[in-house]
């Protein structure tokens, strides 16, 4: 699929670009795969929510049949696992279409601007935030191990902001991962209790709270500060 930066934010799941008669094989099935993917982005992120779907509703809701949901899925479990990569490839997008014109900013600004466009990415439409934050949690092994290895993705690119700062001699250095670990683990926690309520706040407040959390981690003094 191609999913252009528009369609990311708007929150639509787009096939390739193709006419809309006369259709190849190969177009007609991407039309079909997008159809269940936005009835899954419905059912899951809006409601009920994965564990209260069934394929039936899937299939009603994309208005196809349950034989043409197992030419693309072989279980329900398999189009939560494609959401949850596709919710986590928009938020990534939001931050690297950024990240080339922060790179001459201080740290404090650059990691400002690249955590709000993560933020944007992932919160910008509910649907991605709760199947990110809520709907993934404890469905299996399998996508218990896709849930952490994008986590460790998160880690590992925020791990490389701060070295690069570092190298530039604009914070000290230090070994940054249990700080990326610690801050990625806030976003999961918040994100989620936020999403299921259990936090009353506006989208804005969990995002500034969030950000004076890395923030006041980078501007801790150096242990072996001057005087």
Same mark, same amino acid.
Do not use: K
């Given at each position: ?104 900013? =201080?740290?404090?600004? &650059?990691?400002? !601007?690249?955590?709000? /466009?993560?933020?944007? +990415? *992932?919160?910008?439409?509910?649907? %991605? ?40 001699? =604009?914070?000290?250095? &230090?070994?940054? !991962?249990?700080?990326? /670990?610690?801050?990625? +683990? *806030?976003?999961?926690?918040?994100? %989620? ?35």
């Amino acid at each position: 699929m191609h999913h252009g930066a528009e369609d990311a934010v708007a929150g639509r799941i787009t096939p390739a670009a193709g006419r809309y008669g006369g259709r190849s094989a190969e177009e007609r099935q991407a039309e079909r795969r997008r159809r269940f993917l936005e009835a899954g982005l419905d059912l899951f992120g809006g409601g009920p929510g994965y564990r209260a779907t069934r394929i039936t509703d899937v299939c009603r809701a994309a208005g196809l049949s349950s034989r043409q949901f197992y030419e693309e899925f072989h279980t329900l479990e398999d189009l939560l696992a494609e959401l949850h990569l596709y919710v986590n490839d928009v938020a990534q997008r939001s931050v690297l279409a950024v990240l080339p014109q922060v790179r001459h900013l =201080e740290p404090i600004d &650059r990691c400002t !601007r690249l955590f709000r /466009a993560y933020a944007a +990415g *992932a919160t910008a439409d509910p649907r %991605h935030t709760r199947i990110a934050f809520v709907e993934i949690i404890g469905v299996s092994p399998r996508l218990d191990r896709q849930r952490l290895d994008r986590r460790a993705r998160w880690i590992d690119f925020l791990c490389e902001q701060l070295d690069d700062a570092a190298g530039r001699g =604009e914070i000290p250095p &230090r070994d940054f !991962r249990i700080t990326a /670990a610690a801050f990625i +683990g *806030a976003i999961n926690g918040l994100m %989620h209790d936020w999403a299921v309520g259990w936090v009353d706040a506006t989208r804005d407040q969990i995002v500034d709270e969030l950000l004076l959390m890395l923030l006041g981690r980078l501007q801790v003094p150096d242990e072996e500060g001057e005087g």
